[in-house]
Structure formats: structure tokens, C-alpha cells
């Protein structure tokens, strides 16, 4: 079954066509996000190592343009939908936590987001409903896109290099690797509200 799944894997990351379905996958993830766009690029990473194709530096290239298309997607899908999201019973809070944190802390919201699961979508929908300028957003999605699809590579060839003749072991450690980053982020971000959380009912009960 191992070995099955292996030749299924093998011959998909030796086909031609794994850079045109990575870029696909990296933008629909953009508007669509149960696309497994991070797995695709993880076991692609991992294949470089194990098999030596396909190639790392075009895997990354591939997967950065692909978000950065779907965010400029969602962003505009943010634009068009604006007072849709903003007058919903569930996104009144969203919106105005990402116009505070656009306040306190401008684009790089959208680098941090990436790493949140769901904050990538989240995050560029609510940076197109609010109007947040164009060539900032490009500029920041820019820098989240690329550190994303580097940050995405690199663990999957660490995996793959690490086990070398076992890529569904190497491809193991590179998912369990994002996940623990995932983990790590989403741990710091709660531990952060919980501690703003009272000191902004301070502010209020002060006010």
C-alpha cells in the first residue's frame, strides 16, 4: 500500500504538469482555503530532497506567485462584497479587529496572517472591504507570499533530506514541523489576547 502510494506521489512529482497544479493550488487557496495548497508544496519540498525532482527553487517560485494572485483575488472579492461583510452579524467583530490592527500595525498583519489558519483569507477580504490601499497590499502580500512559499519548501526538503529513502516519512516530519509552528503562533496569539483582553476593559471602565 506504502509503495503504492509512493509511485502515485513519485509520478506526479515528476510530471510536467506539478508546477502549473502547485501555482493553481497556491491561488485558489487564496479565496478557497480547504485547498491543500501548504501539503502540495510540503510533498513537493520533500520529493526534491528525497528524488531530486521536481526542482526546489521553481517549486517556491510557482507556489509564491500562485498566493500572491489568490490574494490580490480575495482582495478584490473584499472590495466588491464590502458592505455585505461589514453589516453581517459575524464579521462586524472582524472587522473592526483587522481595521485596529491595520491601525496598530499596517501591512505586516497580512505576513502574520498567512501563518494562522484561516488568517490568510480572513485577513485579505478584510483588507479589500476596508480599502486598504492597493500598492501597499501588493507590497505586504508580496513579502508574505514569497517567506510562505520558502517557508513551505524548505520544510519538506528538510524532511525529505532527513529521510532519504523514506519520502512518506520525510513528507511526516515536514507536516508535523507546520503544524508545530502552527501551534506555536496560534498559543502566542491567545496568550497575547488574554493579556490585552483586560487592559482594554480597563481602558473602557476608565473612559
Known amino acids: 500500500m506504502t509503495q503504492a502510494i509512493l509511485d502515485v506521489l513519485h509520478d506526479v512529482m515528476t510530471s510536467p504538469w506539478i508546477y502549473p497544479a502547485l501555482f ?5 487557496d487564496g479565496f478557497f482555503p480547504v485547498v491543500p495548497a501548504e501539503t502540495s508544496v510540503i510533498t513537493a519540498g520533500v520529493f526534491a530532497a528525497a528524488t531530486g525532482a521536481p526542482d526546489l527553487l521553481p517549486v517556491i517560485v510557482v507556489a509564491a506567485l500562485g498566493a500572491f494572485a489568490g490574494d490580490h483575488v480575495s482582495y478584490a472579492i473584499g472590495r466588491t462584497t464590502n458592505d ?3 453589516n453581517g452579524r459575524r464579521s462586524r ?5 483587522a481595521e485596529r490592527a491595520l491601525a496598530e500595525r499596517g501591512g505586516l498583519v497580512l505576513v502574520v496572517a498567512r501563518y494562522i489558519p484561516g488568517g490568510r ?9 476596508v480599502a486598504y490601499p492597493r500598492r501597499s497590499f501588493a507590497l505586504f502580500d508580496a513579502l508574505a507570499a514569497v517567506s510562505w512559499a520558502v517557508y513551505s519548501g524548505l520544510i519538506g526538503y528538510v524532511g525529505g533530506a532527513a529521510f532519504e529513502n523514506d519520502p512518506i516519512k520525510g513528507l511526516l516530519l515536514g507536516l508535523g514541523i507546520a503544524l508545530a509552528v ?3 503562533v496560534e498559543t502566542v496569539r491567545h496568550l497575547r489576547h488574554r493579556r490585552v483582553a ?10
Open 24 to 28: 493553481a493550488l497556491a491561488l485558489l
Open 84 to 86: 455585505r461583510l461589514r
Open 93 to 97: 467583530k472582524a472587522f473592526a479587529w
Open 121 to 129: 483569507t480572513a485577513c485579505t477580504l478584510t483588507m479589500g472591504a
Open 182 to 184: 502552527t501551534v506555536v
Open 198 to 207: 483586560p487592559e482594554a476593559e480597563l481602558v473602557t471602565s476608565g473612559d
